[in-house]
């Protein structure tokens, strides 16, 4: 892998690259040799930096938009409408479509690796999954990643020691050198060094690999990349997932798993690991195909003060259960081959693993092909002409100011759009009858759909193309399978027949049960849940509310009982409840969520007191431990860091306790606070 320096802006005339990776770069008598590793290698740019123009550049903008108005005194708003067009050329930019879409490294459990660790006992199947950072990546050391921006580069490996020039541009800048670059002229004349700033054929860097500030890997694997690798659990299994430290401290949430049948191996937000020859332990149990079906979930840094940082940074990624072809609801096996078999991936972020700071457009698998703020990077998705796949869609988005995003395909007949799954969880009718070419999501939403195309179309978020489908040949695709379809029946052009999905006892339709239900107000604000702040470590409890000064006046919540939240503050702030995930019952919380569903996020702009968001939930559990504590929380990461996150306690009625001396869970050294948090009073 390979550092270059960046916005090097002289014609390339030749790109060759040598046994040990180094680069040589001719362009006429100026040379470029052994940029890497060769902390010899120096450049002499052929200019100053661009940056040192900023203020004759902006003089200039100032001054031809006063000239206009000079031009017509009575128009100040010709001035505003210039900068705005200026504006909105930057943000839109010209766009980089990457040649084909990204293939995601799977992390999958074997039981071999609980041999190996010593848990054969305990597990069916392990894995090992790797918190890992730039600067412990083995092919690249801290050095190597910082940036300079000097008239004269000594060496890529020299990191600058001035924090204002380090925050101004990308921490990391890794170009492939995969073939020769070449300038779009006809002049072979090597001699020519002339560099004309406003020349068009001036070739930059062919590539960006997705190397992440933050992020997670393969064990063994040197690419720290985002977003992370797919974690794939396997149905009626008991899976053991250990999580290697690096420099720093991390954790993970599982968001989506209802698995936390032992408490001390759960996504506790206390639980941590720091350093490499340390294994942080996390228990999911898919045995009893009681708690989680098949689904689309994701996995994250959920530490506290930590977790904007290295999410924002790239430390995420996506968890994939397949459907359990006995269970799903359907026999139909071209449903079945559909369901497992059709898979696309397509994850959504705005993070650009740390590489474009404070940009908000949003990037498709991490597929940037530039680090210029101007640029839009456009991802790409292969599709056959006219046959089903499974969209896996994940959005992650670490803007503090937003919390309401569009998904849009293109609005004409050359797709086929239907809702297979709301975060992770089948929908009652599948799929939903109606195609669309528009949905909403929130930070951490997830979304399947059934899609097909005839032609080339987009994706976008908030208008912005994200994704081109490129339609490719039938002999090009390799995993075919003509048949598969998400209706029953034959596959047809004009069938629509659905299937009703099964349901686990969690997620059976709660609107059925009126006379039992147990009412509770929350709201959800940037700072507290409840008026109860992080850093109180207090619960949350049921009976109180947020008009109450002392909450834990309350009780605590008892398992396997069905409640009803009013749900307060959510037109603002995303709320995401772990454990148990919520059904809709009322209008209030539209037009994001479809009454009747299921969702782990809830996010109602149009929510209001006359038009509330009301959800029930069911919590359903098979722990034998007498105290579950539960996370709830804004989904807006900058929130929860500043203490919108809370706990509630659910009990149940069995004796069993929850501190088994001899469960282990870490091996090596971890940070874990597994004291039970205090109950409400």
Not at 54 to 76: H, K
Not at 390 to 409: A, E, G, K, M, N
Not at 517 to 544: M, W
């Amino acid at each position: 892998m390979v550092m270059l320096k960046p916005f090097v802006q002289q014609r390339v005339k030749k790109t060759t690259l040598t046994n040990n990776n180094d680069v040589t770069i001719t362009n006429g008598d100026d040379n470029i040799t052994n940029v890497g590793n060769n902390n010899n290698s120096k450049r002499k740019y052929g200019r100053l930096p661009y940056y040192r123009y900023s203020s004759l550049v902006a003089a200039l903008i100032l001054f031809r938009g006063f000239w206009m108005i000079g031009q017509d005194a009575n128009d100040f708003s010709s001035l505003l409408r210039y900068l705005c067009i200026l504006h909105d050329d930057a943000a839109i930019g010209p766009s980089k479509e990457a040649t084909s879409e990204r293939i995601y490294d799977n992390l999958i459990f074997t039981s071999e690796k609980c041999n190996e660790l010593s848990v054969g006992d305990e597990f069916d199947v392990c894995a090992i999954l790797e918190f890992c950072t730039t600067t412990n990546n083995n092919d690249n050391d801290e050095s190597s990643m910082e940036i300079e921006k000097d008239e004269e580069v000594s060496s890529p490996t020299t990191s600058t020691n001035n924090k204002e020039e380090q925050d101004e541009v990308p921490h990391v800048l890794v170009a492939r050198m995969a073939q020769e670059v070449t300038p779009n002229n006809d002049d072979d004349n090597s001699n020519n060094n002339s560099t004309n700033d406003n020349d068009d054929s001036i070739t930059y860097m062919k590539s960006i690999d997705n190397t992440a500030i933050y992020g997670y890997k393969l064990e063994g694997s040197n690419e720290c990349l985002w977003p992370g690798p797919i974690m794939r659990l396997q149905q009626g299994k008991k899976h053991g997932l250990f999580l290697r430290g690096a420099e720093e401290k991390t954790n993970l949430h599982l968001q989506g798993l209802n698995h936390a049948n032992v408490w001390k191996r759960s996504d506790w937000m206390y639980r941590s690991v720091q350093g490499k020859d340390n294994l942080l332990i996390y228990e999911i149990d898919l045995e009893g195909k009681k708690m989680v079906g098949g689904g689309t979930h994701w996995y994250h840094s959920h530490l506290q003060d930590k977790a904007w940082e290295q999410v924002r940074e790239g430390a995420f990624g996506m968890i994939v259960i397949d459907d359990d072809e006995e269970g799903v609801g359907t026999n139909d096996p071209n449903v079945l081959e559909f369901l497992n078999y059709r898979e696309k991936i397509l994850i959504l972020d705005d993070t650009h693993g740390g590489v474009k700071k404070h940009q908000n457009n949003f990037v498709a698998n991490g597929q940037i092909e530039s680090i210029k703020e101007e640029d839009n990077n456009i991802g790409v998705l292969e599709f056959v002409s006219d046959e089903w796949y499974r969209l896996r869609i994940l959005l992650v988005s670490v803007d503090s100011h937003r919390s309401s995003f569009t998904l849009q395909f293109t609005e004409d007949s050359s797709c086929q759009v239907h809702a297979l799954a709301h975060d992770g969880i089948l929908r009652f009718e599948v799929p939903k009858e109606e195609s669309s070419s528009n949905y909403y999501l929130t930070t951490g939403s997830r979304l399947d759909v059934a899609i097909r195309c005839n032609t080339q179309s987009d994706i976008s978020i908030n208008n912005q193309i994200v994704t081109k489908i490129k339609i490719i040949q039938q002999e090009d695709a390799t995993t075919s399978r003509i048949d598969a379809t998400p209706f029953e029946g034959c596959k047809d052009n004009t069938n629509t027949t659905t299937w009703y999905s099964n349901r686990h006892q969690y997620l059976t339709d709660l609107r059925q049960h009126d006379d039992d239900i147990q009412s509770f107000k929350l709201r959800v604000d940037e700072t507290n849940i409840n008026e109860i702040h992080q850093a109180s470590k207090k619960p949350v409890c049921y009976g109180s509310s947020h008009k109450k000064k002392k909450n834990s006046e309350g009780t605590d919540f008892v398992s396997n009982t069905i409640y009803e939240w009013d749900l307060h503050g959510v037109m603002v702030h995303p709320f995401h409840l772990h454990q148990f995930p919520m059904q809709i019952v009322s209008e209030g919380c539209g037009p994001h969520h479809e009454i009747g569903q299921f969702y782990d996020t809830i996010h109602a702009p149009e929510s209001s007191i006359s038009n509330k968001c009301l959800v029930r939930i069911n919590t359903f559990s098979t722990t034998e431990e007498q105290q579950l504590p539960v996370m709830l929380q804004c989904s807006i990461f900058q929130h929860r860091q500043q203490g919108a996150i809370a706990y509630l306690n659910v009990l149940s009625n069995t004796t069993a306790a929850n501190d088994d001396p001899n469960l282990k869970t870490c091996i090596g050294t971890c940070d874990e606070n597994l004291e039970l948090p205090s109950k409400c009073q």
